[in-house]
């Protein structure tokens, strides 16, 4: 299958053409980038070299991007909604990374301060957490890819509020992201001066994945992120008031039985490392129930440019497509 990939010059578009050129049925055969339209792949992104060859970034146009079999947008938010619909013509699958296609239009202008350009198109788009939403994903023609901080955190959490465990109002979610999530762009607080040594919240009370957070769990969330000094991984903690006597090992049964069949969550003992998860689209999840407050603790790892970006839009993709769930995608983490 033919394949192009837009944003292709930022963190998660080189995770997705890292991943894609080992996948058996995509070849990517148009990748854009704004800032670097006309310059070399390899010049850009030498670790790319080896599967990229003589391709120059292409404009990000839905023209350069049309008669494809399988588009990636891995774009700022507000840039998607105004290539998808030139794409919706086309009988091509559109996997956004991005913001544009996850939340109705309202959720969107309330918490990302614009009116959408293509409204109607966000009642077609399937959320894609594949985990929660894997039937509805078969023949998706456009597919909106969860943030990092609210794939962490639904899945640690969606379990338990499908039993109806959680007490309405408790949820609390801490999450600790790589700077790669934050993107390639040159910023002051990234600078390497400012980030060594040094973990700070950010986003408080306001942060753009709080809806998406809300939006599955269907609970109200007060959710804190956090940056630090490290390239690539997440950590979430989350924490509720359970109902019902949960203990902890209830709680991990119950992530067990919802789980152990799938190729990318693993329910562990032990609480999880990000290392654990870095370079794969694995996420590792346990629970406790601390007897002395009450409180149901559960911990997610993810790397946040696979299981939270790259490695979850290509699960999306053969899913969408009918192709196996796990081709192109590693399962094992990277260690050391």
Known sequence: MKVGVAGASGYAGTELIRILSMHPAFEVVVATGQRNEGSAIAAHTPSLTGVVGDMVYAPTTAESLSGLDVVF????????????????????????????????????ERWYGEVHAAPELC??????LVERNRTSLVGARLVAVPGCYPTAANLALAPFVDEGLLEEGSIIVDAISGVSGAGRAISERLHFSNLDEDVSAYGLLTHRHTAEIEMILGHEVLFTPHLAPMVRGMLAT??????????????????????DEEPFVHVVAEPPSTKW??????????????????????????DNLGKGAAGQAVQCANVALGLPEVSGLSIAGVYP
Do not use: K, W
């Not at 009642?123 to 894609?128: F, N």
């Not at 989350?238 to 789980?259: F, I, K, Q, V």
């Open 238 to 259: 989350s924490y509720a008031r359970p109902l019902g006597g949960l203990t902890s090992e209830g709680a991990l049964e119950l992530l067990h039985n919802a789980y």
């Open 123 to 128: 009642a077609a788009a399937t959320y894609g």
């Open 277 to 302: 998860a870095s370079g794969s689209n694995s996420c590792f999840i346990t629970a406790r129930v601390d007897e002395r407050t009450g409180r149901l603790i559960v911990l997610s790892a993810i």
């Open 73 to 108: 947008l891995a774009l700022p938010h507000g840039a998607s909604q105004e290539i998808v619909p030139g794409l919706m013509d086309d009988q091509t699958t559109v996997v956004d990374l991005g913001a544009d296609f996850r939340l109705t239009p309202e959720d969107y």
